[in-house]
């Protein structure tokens, strides 16, 4: 499986922004797709992710109500929408596929930058 996400910028405080992770290859063993990112000095920090089959969607606390994943079955794209963006989302956001449940994501993409000015 290939990822690649795509979409990130240069954003203001309060806007939104939506990324895309474009999966090909062996897309048909994808059971997940999740969100992650990478601050500058920080740790990786899982954002949330999305069933593959199903669309059912899973969130860390510390972003429920503003990050949103939605998928295009037919692209093979998985979306992030992230609203009322912060200066400390600013980050490498990227995109990767686990193949079961609970298992590693094995798969990543490239990452795509978000800066937030405030």
């Known amino acids: 499986v290939q990822l690649q996400a795509s979409g990130g910028g240069l954003v203001q405080a309060g806007g939104s922004l939506r990324l895309s992770c474009a999966a090909s290859?062996?897309?048909?063993?994808?059971?997940?797709i999740g969100w992650f990112r990478q601050a500058p000095g920080k740790e990786r920090e899982f954002v949330g992710g999305i069933r593959w089959s199903s669309g059912s969607t899973y969130y860390p606390n510390s972003v429920k109500g503003r990050f949103t994943i939605s998928r295009d079955n037919a692209q093979n794209t998985a979306l992030l929408q992230i609203d009322t963006l912060k200066p400390e989302d600013t980050a490498v956001y990227y995109c990767?596929?686990?193949?079961?449940?609970?298992?590693?994501?094995?798969?990543w993409g490239q990452g795509t930058l978000v800066t937030v000015s405030s």
């Open positions: 990767a596929a686990a193949t079961r449940a609970g298992a590693q994501y094995d798969y």
């Open positions: 290859g062996r897309t048909f063993i994808m059971y997940a």
